[in-house]
Structure formats: structure tokens, C-alpha cells
């Protein structure tokens, strides 16, 4: 049986063109066009449309079959309609009349609403069928494809210009040490404090970009092993002993016992989380500001719903992941910092961002991608993630990692 026998088996006569307007988007009657090629075409993930007619006439052409994924997508009646009422885009026309001519096309083509989606039109020749030549055409959803390639090419961008800048400054201060700076042994030692300090921030851009790119390779790959969170974020706050004396923070801390804040996770990654968000907590307070840092279990998901200050907002960062019935143990890390302004807490992870005009620690300027790191870190956990802040009130960030189940637990 040819695929045009099985898409209508039998041949119905051509509407007229005054009949009244079918109901618009109908399912096709089974009954009328049975086979279970037509229900496999119909069943199709991406929309196909069977067109045919006359190469000669354009106006004339009709769309003799639309599979369910096609009368989804467009709101108008398909069977039956002309092409040119049904599909305006003159790409995609084109490549239904190269097809109609015997070659095979292809084009791009948006739909907008709410929704802007980008496919991939490709048009067949399917040969000779009752009323004149048959293209088949397909479209493909590439939206997702091109918004990755997008975020691809803006990354590489981003990071780039990120490694150009302190590369710039170092350039430019070796051209004045071998010039005109030459003999000058004051400039000599200031410049090469600062190139040292730019030759760190490259490094730390490096070592960033790379923790970020591992993360991100096996953020689908569950996490085997088990930390103490509590324990695991007094390990970090004494590595962090020499930046909090810099800065004479007022740290107060609140730890359950040994045992209680045991979360699934990668040791590695799960102090990764604790230090970035406290490190941030010191590069961001001034001298001699509070900072509290608390870890609490067991919580359910839902003991996190409401801001502690009614002053601040609160945006989840990230949501877990099917969250039912799970407990969690929960990290806080207080600062009394410049906080962060409303319209910018949405934005916080994404890589490179960094709220504009805030005093980060001088030479030790954030890279922009700590948070970023943070959130990838804690998807593979399936936990969650939430910033509460206000302009001017310190800004409190919470993580919640799920608790090993009692059962797997170490007797011991
Ligand atoms: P960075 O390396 O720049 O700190 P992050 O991804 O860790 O990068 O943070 C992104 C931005 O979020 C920072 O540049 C800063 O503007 C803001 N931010 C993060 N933590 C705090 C905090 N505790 N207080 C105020 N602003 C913060």
C-alpha cells in the first residue's frame, strides 16, 4: 500500500470551496481513515503535513492531511484548508513548492504567542496523489536546540572577555615596566602587586570555569556517600578562621549534634556549597559585622515558606526536586552585608552576574560564578536553594540537602 493509500484510504470529494467551516481543529473520525499507518503518522511527536496540488497555481494548494502534533500547533482548521490561509511564511512556502516541483526543502520558521518557538521545516517530494502533485512536510521544535547553542556561544563570550580584562591590565603594566617606569623602583613594587593580584583573579576565573564545567558533567549522576552538614560547615568555618580575623566578624554559629544533618552527597561538592556561600558572607560584610551560620534537622521542604525578615523578599534559587515526603537538613548562612536589591535576587546564579556597585573585598573580586556553582552543585543533590535579602538589610542564603534515609544509615 503507497503512503498516500494509507494516509486516505479512501478518496473523499474535494470541499468546496463556500462549505461552511467544519468545526475548527477536529480530530479526524477513525472510522473514515482506518490503518495503523495513519495512527502511527497521527501519533507522531512532531507535527506532518501532507499538501498537494497543482506547481502551477500556489493559491490552490491544499493541506490533505495534519497529524495531531500539526492541528496542536496551529489554532485554524488544517484538512482541507488552503495552504496559503494555514501557513504564512513564505520560507516554509517555498520549500513546499520546491518539493511540489520534485526537490526536497527546508526553512525556518517561528510561531509567537506566549510561547516563542523556532522549527525546522523540511519538505519532501511524495509524488503524484488523486488531485494534483503531494509534498510532505515536517516540522521539528528546535527551540531548546538553539536557546543551548545561544547559551554556548554567550558563555565562550562572556568568559572570554572575563579572562581578557585582567589580561589587558598585565600587558599593559609590563609595556610601562620595560618603558618609561624602567628606573623607578617605587612604580616597579606597585605595579607588580597589582599584576600579582591580576594573575590571581585569572586563576581564580580558571579554577571557577573548570569546577563549574565538572559539576556540570555529572550534575544527571547521583551522588553516592553521605556528610555530616553540620560538621562538614565547622570544618569549612575553621579553613575561613584568618579571613573572618581580617575582617573581625561577629560569628555565631548554631550545629546540631554529630549525626542528626547527615545528607546524601559528595563530600567534595557538598563543602564546595558551604564555602562559596560563606566566603560571599565575608567578601560582602563590612569590618566587624554579625554573621550567623545554622544548620537544622530534620525540615520538610515546606518550613522554608516564609521570610524570617517581613522587610526582605524571597526568591528560591532552586526548587527540589520531586520533594514529597522528603527530609531535609537545612543550611543558613546570615550576613549583615549591603544586601541585594529586589529586582537583582532573581538573577543571582546565573554565571558571570554580579549585582553592579558593591564593594566585593578589592583584589579578591568575585568571579561571578560562586552561586552558579552552588545551584549545579545542589540540582545534583536535588535540593534546594533560597536567597532573602533586602537593599541595606544582609541577605540570608538557605540550602537544603536531603537526609540519608534512617535505614542506610551507619549504625555507628
Ligand atoms: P562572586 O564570585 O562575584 O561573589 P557569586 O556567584 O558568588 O559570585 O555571587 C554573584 C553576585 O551576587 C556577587 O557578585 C554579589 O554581587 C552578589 N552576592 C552574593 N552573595 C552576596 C551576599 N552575601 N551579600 C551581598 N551580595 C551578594
Known amino acids: 500500500m503507497s503512503i498516500l493509500?494509507?494516509?486516505?484510504?479512501?478518496?473523499?470529494?474535494?470541499?468546496?470551496?463556500?462549505?461552511?467551516?467544519?468545526?475548527?481543529?477536529?480530530?479526524?473520525?477513525?472510522?473514515?481513515?482506518?490503518?495503523?499507518?495513519?495512527?502511527?503518522?497521527?501519533?507522531?511527536?512532531?507535527?506532518?503535513?501532507?499538501?498537494?496540488?497543482?506547481?502551477?497555481?500556489?493559491?490552490?494548494?491544499?493541506?490533505?492531511?495534519?497529524?495531531?502534533?500539526?492541528?496542536?500547533?496551529?489554532?485554524?482548521?488544517?484538512?482541507?484548508?488552503?495552504?496559503?490561509?494555514?501557513?504564512?511564511?513564505?520560507?516554509?512556502?517555498?520549500?513546499?513548492?520546491?518539493?511540489?516541483?520534485?526537490?526536497?526543502?527546508?526553512?525556518?520558521?517561528?510561531?509567537?504567542?506566549?510561547?516563542?518557538?523556532?522549527?525546522?521545516?523540511?519538505?519532501r517530494p511524495l509524488g503524484e496523489g488523486p488531485g494534483g502533485r503531494i509534498a510532505l512536510l515536517t516540522l521539528r521544535d528546535e527551540t531548546d536546540v538553539r536557546r543551548a547553542e545561544r547559551m554556548r556561544v554567550d558563555f565562550l563570550a562572556n568568559a572570554s572577555h572575563e579572562l581578557r580584562t585582567p589580561l589587558a591590565s598585565l600587558s599593559g603594566f609590563i609595556e610601562t615596566l620595560r618603558g618609561h617606569a624602567k628606573d623607578d623602583e617605587g612604580a616597579r613594587e606597585k605595579f607588580l602587586g597589582i599584576m600579582q593580584a591580576q594573575a590571581e583573579r585569572m586563576a581564580r576565573l580558571i579554577d571557577d570555569l573548570l569546577s563549574l564545567s565538572r559539576v556540570e558533567l555529572n550534575e544527571h549522576i547521583a551522588p553516592t556517600g553521605s556528610v555530616d552538614l553540620g560538621l562538614a560547615t565547622t570544618d569549612v568555618l575553621d579553613a575561613l578562621v584568618p579571613l573572618i580575623r581580617e575582617k573581625a566578624l561577629d560569628v555565631t554559629t548554631d550545629f546540631p549534634p554529630r549525626g542528626v544533618s547527615e545528607v546524601e552527597g559528595d563530600r567534595d561538592q557538598i563543602l564546595q556549597v558551604i564555602q562559596n556561600l560563606v566566603e560571599n558572607a565575608i567578601k560582602y560584610s563590612g569590618p566587624g559585622a554579625a554573621l550567623r551560620l545554622s544548620v537544622s534537622a530534620p525540615v520538610a521542604d515546606a518550613a522554608f515558606a516564609l521570610p524570617a525578615d517581613p522587610a526582605a523578599t524571597r526568591i528560591t534559587l532552586l526548587a527540589p526536586d520531586r520533594p514529597q515526603g522528603r527530609r531535609y537538613a537545612l543550611l543558613k548562612v546570615v550576613d549583615a552585608g549591603p544586601g541585594i536589591p529586589r529586582d537583582r535576587l532573581p538573577r543571582l546564579t546565573e554565571r558571570f552576574y554580579r549585582v553592579e556597585g558593591q564593594k566585593s573585598g578589592g583584589e579578591r573580586a568575585g568571579t561571578g560564578l560562586g552561586l552558579a556553582i552552588v545551584k549545579h552543585i545542589v540540582n545534583r543533590h536535588r535540593g534546594g536553594m533560597a536567597v532573602e535579602s533586602a537593599e541595606g538589610r544582609g541577605a540570608t542564603f538557605t540550602v537544603w540537602l536531603p537526609l540519608v534515609a534512617p535505614a542506610e544509615r551507619d549504625p555507628a
Open 5 to 123: 493509500k494509507a494516509l486516505w484510504p479512501q478518496r473523499t470529494a474535494e470541499p468546496a470551496p463556500q462549505a461552511p467551516a467544519p468545526p475548527p481543529a477536529a480530530a479526524p473520525d477513525p472510522a473514515e481513515s482506518p490503518g495503523p499507518f495513519r495512527t502511527l503518522v497521527e501519533s507522531l511527536p512532531d507535527p506532518v503535513l501532507v499538501i498537494e496540488g497543482d506547481p502551477a497555481e500556489p493559491a490552490a494548494r491544499r493541506i490533505r492531511f495534519a497529524n495531531a502534533a500539526a492541528r496542536g500547533l496551529f489554532t485554524t482548521r488544517l484538512e482541507g484548508a488552503r495552504l496559503v490561509t494555514a501557513l504564512r511564511n513564505p520560507e516554509v512556502l517555498e520549500a513546499v513548492d520546491e518539493a511540489l516541483h520534485g526537490a526536497s526543502g527546508s526553512a525556518l520558521m517561528e510561531t509567537g504567542g506566549a510561547q516563542e518557538r523556532v522549527w525546522a521545516a523540511q519538505t
